[in-house]
């Protein structure tokens, strides 16, 4: 294909050739753009002879333009309103960095959602994407700076620091309480219970957390499986059952009394929530999203006790 250099008229005539055509006169265009009459008169010349066509007429009292000048101005306007468009969205982007945050779709749903507001605040020059999955940090890691994962404190390419280890309990609704009585876990067994089918390990299933509460799972399930656990926590704020709530996830639900812990038994989580960084990436940005965190893990209601030594920051994702 012919180079555009070789292809398009000169770029200083063009905008010689706008201006006039706009004002229909060369005076008022010369005065818009700094320069001599005579200079827009000179340009416009050579723009026409390289088009090989007229581009304007020439009256005794000013200029009017030629059907072959009113095609070209359009397109002149066209073209150099989407060339500052897209300079200025450039340029906009330089000056406002982005950060990409990696999270499942639990994490942001009940958990960072709510608190970005505070951190968009302290740092309104920056724009954040959250990218969310339902299958972990693992399936959008390629496309993020940093992020909240759920898992043992590795990934390729990351670098983790331990935010909390979380705990593992039964909740439900208050509605769904207030039809029967619950004592102890075994009576877990004929209740309605919500499940995850996700096949990632770790991740606590009913029969998993009813053996290690060293108790026989029910065997004929009559509960209700959900592929995604926002879905499964929304079925048990509706009072369709007792879902396994992750402390980090249903802390906020707790607290506003629009899920409860039908019996006072909890297990730890075999994984932990991570910060996870890129181990490329020290942008001011992604270090002011950690600081931030960080801080927000070190409050009264995000502080757990853990054996783990506590890292710098790092998340796991659920």
């Not at 827009?40 to 020439?58: C, D, N, P, T, W």
Request: glycine residues 6%; charged residues 25%; aromatic residues 8%.
């Amino acid at each position: 294909m012919t180079e555009l250099s070789r292809r398009l008229p000169r770029v200083t005539g063009l905008l010689m050739f706008e201006a006039a055509a706009r004002h229909q006169s060369f005076t008022r265009a010369a005065q818009e753009l700094g320069v001599t009459q005579t200079a827009v008169s000179q340009q416009i010349k050579l723009l026409e002879r390289a088009l090989g066509v007229g581009l304007f007429v020439r009256l005794h009292r000013g200029i009017e333009i030629t059907r072959a000048g009113n095609r070209l101005h359009r397109a002149v306007v066209m073209g150099l309103e989407y060339i500052a468009e897209t300079a200025e969205n450039v340029r906009k982007q330089e000056r406002s960095p982005a950060i990409n945050i990696g999270v499942t779709f639990a994490v942001a749903t009940f958990w960072l959602v709510r608190r970005l507001p505070e951190f968009r605040a302290r740092h309104p020059e920056l724009d954040i994407h959250i990218i969310a999955s339902d299958r972990g940090f693992d399936a959008v890691a390629d496309q993020v700076d940093a992020g909240i994962a759920y898992g043992e404190g590795q990934w390729p390419g990351f670098s983790a620091t331990l935010l909390r280890r979380d705990m593992v309990f039964p909740v439900c609704s208050p509605s769904y309480l207030r039809r029967r009585k619950l004592t102890h876990i075994e009576q877990l067994k004929d209740e309605t219970l919500l499940s995850q089918e996700d096949n990632r390990t770790g991740l606590l299933t009913w029969p998993q957390w009813f053996a290690r509460m060293s108790v026989r799972a029910p065997a004929v399930s009559k509960g209700l499986k959900f592929n995604s656990y926002p879905l499964l926590l929304q079925a048990a704020c509706e009072g369709q059952g007792i879902a396994l709530g992750w402390s980090l996830l249903v802390d906020d639900l707790l607290a506003s009394k629009t899920l409860i812990r039908p019996l006072e038994v909890a297990l730890k989580s075999p994984k932990a929530f991570y910060f996870v960084r890129s181990a490329k990436d020290r942008s001011p940005g992604t270090l002011a999203f950690q600081a931030w965190l960080s801080e927000q893990f070190t409050t009264v209601g995000e502080r757990v006790t853990t054996d783990h030594p506590r890292l710098s920051l790092g998340v796991p994702e659920k």
